[in-house]
């Protein structure tokens, strides 16, 4: 490799924060200690007991993350180990958290990594060898890879490899992992004519949902194989269901309650993946679980599924973007959305897609249960092969929503209102604004204005709706003249038949066609925009926001 007239045959690297320190150039990685330097992803829990051992040691700190513990480790492991191999295995023995580690060695031309509950694979290309965190970040050099599993470390040449699993000493059998051949290609990842990648996956909406759909696209029948081999047994009889989930994954769980239990008449609730394994619940053998992830990798998610099953609970779904995830690998069913690569931090089509497969699932159980009669089941096919044709024709108001952003520029605050299974709509919609924009902003039922957000609308505070022409219009109607009545400024995204007239201070773009039970997927998408829009105002940096990640793969 050649670099600012460097020349080198081997490196590492690291686009993340420091998890531990302020964001500094003295945080940032790589750590070094006496001719090593270590690059990590993940949070060290032990961190502070083994800084003190090496202190007490004599080796001295020059940051203020757990990183640089494990390069004095390893350093200090050298002296009594054959080879920096062996070394990085003892070392990580010592470990508790998640990590996945690259390190170097000057006069050393190997790179060892090591993984544990972050996520870390191999790709094998014509002209060396490499490492990263994901599929995505190799795509340049190669489509060959390995997923490495838990508990592995690897050493990396330029004409070879070994991966040693856990357990065993340093001269352990090498492990076999299988190489898998991406079905992606460099040209996923470039940003084309787009200025950021949000946007350019924002209109990638269209192809990703027919792309997710495919498999239903000649089907006159819904298979509970779409979920797998196994699908028909495990769903048979299934009664209630268990969603686990983060940020905006989380929100996809919420839209689809409202469908599991209004479709198929089954209990459905949805937990934030980040507190169900820490508080006692009631296990059910018989309850399907379903975790819902973009990555795969998400750390929260995987170690609730992990508690789930633990408890007894084996009846277990993946919805994920990457076929080789943890979280695949750990779920007995999935369902693979096929959104393609997501850069940016904030998801926008693995969002819709995730409302597609959730879709489908609730049609399935649906059918299960006996609920669905051929005739609604067609209609609902139906529905969802147009769903790409009706998010392209909701992309087209793009222009007027432009207009309605550059109001947001000197605004601190929004909220964000919907009812129904619109209300996991507007939280979406809020996180999206708070997270590329800055603005604080809050998404509420609309029916619980009175009780409390009441308070804080004023002229200065932009509230934003979503009307769609349903059985609750009338109600949300009255919810918006309380914000009119209180000097609120309101911006309404209606159906074509939502009777929602404009007026002062009540600002109306009209979604080309109402969609009924899919009608979230259609209203998410100019939220979206409005956020990209908005975002662009104010200047921020919409594909990278400040102290996100685009896979949280630490609690």
């Known amino acids: 490799m050649q670099a600012a007239g460097l020349v080198a045959h081997h490196g590492i690297a690291h686009t993340r924060w420091a998890t531990h320190g302020v964001p500094s150039e003295r945080n940032a990685h790589p750590h070094v200690s006496a001719g090593l330097a270590v690059v990590h992803n993940g949070i060290i829990e032990n961190y502070a007991e083994l800084k003190q051992e090496l202190i007490a040691d004599g080796y001295l700190f020059n940051s203020d993350t757990d990183t640089e513990v494990i390069a004095h480790l390893i350093q200090r492991t050298l002296k009594s180990a054959p080879d920096l191999f062996a070394a990085v295995r003892l070392t990580t023995a010592r470990l508790v958290g998640a990590y996945a580690i690259a390190v170097v060695q000057e006069w050393n031309d190997a790179i060892v990594v090591a993984r544990h509950g972050a996520p ?111 699908a028909p047994e495990m769903l048979a009889g299934v009664r209630s269901v ?105 998801s926008t089509k693995a969002f819709t897609t995730q409302l597609a497969a959730l879709f489908l699932l609730a049609v399935t159980l649906a059918k299960q249960a006996g609920r669905l009669t051929p005739e609604q089941e067609a ?84 509230v934003i709706s979503i009307a769609p022409n349903d059985a609750l219009l009338e109600k949300l109607k009255s919810n918006l003249k309380e914000v009119a009545a209180r000097g609120g400024e309101l911006y309404v995204f209606a159906d074509a038949d939502s009777a929602v007239d404009e007026e002062a201070g009540v600002h109306v773009l009209r979604l080309p066609e109402h969609y009924g039970l899919l009608s979230p997927v259609l209203h998410v998408v100019p939220l979206q925009l409005l956020s990209y829009h908005a975002a662009l105002v104010k200047g921020t940096d919409v594909d990278k926001p400040r102290n996100l990640a685009k896979s949280v793969t630490v609690e």
């Open 120 to 230: 870390l694979l191999l790709g094998l290309g014509e002209d060396g060898n490499y490492a990263a965190s994901d599929a995505s970040a190799l795509l340049q050099v190669t489509r060959r890879m390995i997923y490495l599993e838990d508990g592995d470390v690897a050493e990396l040449r330029r004409d070879a490899i070994r991966i040693v699993g856990a357990g065993g000493t340093a001269a352990s059998v090498p492990a076999d992992r299988p190489v898998h051949e991406s079905t992606l290609s460099a040209d996923d990842v470039e940003l084309g004519d787009y200025r950021h990648y949000m946007q350019k996956e924002i209109f990638e909406q269209p192809q990703a949902l027919a792309a997710t759909l495919e498999m239903i696209g000649g089907a006159q029948t819904l298979s509970p194989n779409l979920f797998g081999v196994a």
């Open 379 to 462: 209609a609902q096919l139906k529905a969802l092969r147009h769903l790409p044709v009706a998010v392209q024709k909701v992309l087209a108001l793009e222009p007027e929503i432009k207009v309605w952003a550059t109001r947001f520029a000197d605004k601190q605050h929004a909220l964000f209102l919907g009812r129904g299974h619109h209300y996991p709509i507007a939280l979406e919609g809020a996180l999206k604004l708070k997270e590329i924009s800055y603005i604080h902003a809050e998404g509420y039922p609309a029916g619980e204005l009175k009780h409390g957000p009441l308070a804080l609308v004023d002229k200065d505070m932009p």
């Open 242 to 346: 268990l969603i686990l989930a983060c940020g905006t994954s989380y929100h996809a769980g919420l839209v689809a309650r409202y469908w599991i239990e209004q479709l198929a008449g089954v209990a459905c609730s949805v937990e934030i993946a980040s507190e169900y394994r820490y508080r006692v619940s009631v296990p059910n053998p018989e309850q399907l679980v379903v975790a819902i992830s973009q990555s795969g990798e998400t750390a929260d998610t995987l170690a609730s599924v992990k508690h789930a099953k633990a408890l007894g609970m084996g009846r277990t779904l993946a919805v994920c973007n990457v076929p080789e995830s943890a979280i695949v690998r750990e779920c007995a069913l999935r369902f693979l959305t096929r959104a393609g690569p997501e850069i940016g931090v904030a």
